[in-house]
C-alpha cells in the first residue's frame, strides 16, 4: 500500500511539473502586450518599457519560469497586475465561494444519482427504469447555464425565494451568514449539478445491473434473501467503483469548470476572478489559476484511488 501511494505521489509531482511547462508555454506564445493593455493605447513606448521592467517582462523566459516556479515551490506567488495583490490572497478569497459551490453541487449530484440510479436499476426494463433515463437524457441535454436561466426566473424573479445573484459572504462582517451564504449558493449548485448527476445516474444504474448478474447475488438470493437485501448489503459497494471514477472526475469538473455559472450568478469565485483576468490580460492570475486547477485534478483523482482500496478489500490485498 506504501509503495502504492509512493508512486502515486510521484505521478502527482510529476503531472503538475509537465502542466506548469505547457501553462507558461502557452501564455507566453499568446499576442499582445500585457504593459500596453494596462497602460492603453495612449501609452508611450518608454513608459510601456519601463511597466513591463517593472513587471519582469523584459527578462528571458526561462528566467521567469525559474522564478515563478520557484515562488510556488517556496509559497510565494507573484503580485496580480490588475489588483495590485499576490495571487494567494485573491485565490484563497475566491476559493471561498468556488470551493463550498463545488461541494454543494457534487453532494446532490450523489444524493440524485445514486437515488435514481438504484431506483432504475431495481425496475429494469418498467416504468420506472424508462422514466429516471428519459429525466437523465433530458438532464444531460440542458445546459447548466440555461437551467441556471430558468431557476433565476423561477425562484428568484417569480417566487422570490432566492436573490437573483451575488454573494453576501460567510460572517457578519461582510454582512452574511452561514445561512445566507448557502442560501446564496443553493441555486448555483443545483444548476451544476443537474447535467452531473443525469450522467453519474445512467453510470449508477449500469453498475448496479452489472453487480446483480455475479454469481455472488444469485448466491445472497438462494439464502433468501429479498432483491432489495441483496443489493443493498452485497450489490451497492461493489457496484461503487466506476462509480467513484466518474464521480472523481465530475467534482474536478464541478471546480474547474464554474465560470459559466459564476458569471451567471454573479458571484466572486474563481471562475469569475479567471475571467476578468483573461479580459484584463492579467497572466500572472491566469497560470496560477490553472495551475490550481491541475492540481485539484490530480489531487481529485489520487483520492478517488485511495477509496477504492476502502471500497473493495481485492484491491488492499493486491496492494498489500
Known sequence: MIHFLLMRLATFAATLAVASVVVFAVLELLPGNAAEVILGDTATPEAVAALQAGLGLDRPPLTRYAAWVGGLLQGKTARSISYDTPTAELLAERLQVTLPLAL????????????????AAARHRRLGDAGVMALSQLGIAIPNFWFAILLILLFAVHLRWFGAGGFPGWTADTGGSLLAGVKALLLPALSLALVQAAILARMTRSAVLDVMREDYMRTARAKGLSRRQALLRHGLRNALIPVLTVAGLQFANLVTGTIVVENVFVLPGVGRLVFQ??????LVVVRD????????????NLGVDLLYAVVDPRLRHAAA
Open 289 to 300: 489559476v490553472v495551475m490550481l486547477l491541475a492540481a485539484v485534478v490530480v489531487l481529485v
Open 277 to 282: 483576468a483573461i479580459s484584463n490580460r492579467d
Open 104 to 119: 454543494m453541487a457534487m453532494a446532490l449530484t450523489v444524493m440524485l444519482a445514486l437515488a435514481l440510479g438504484v431506483y
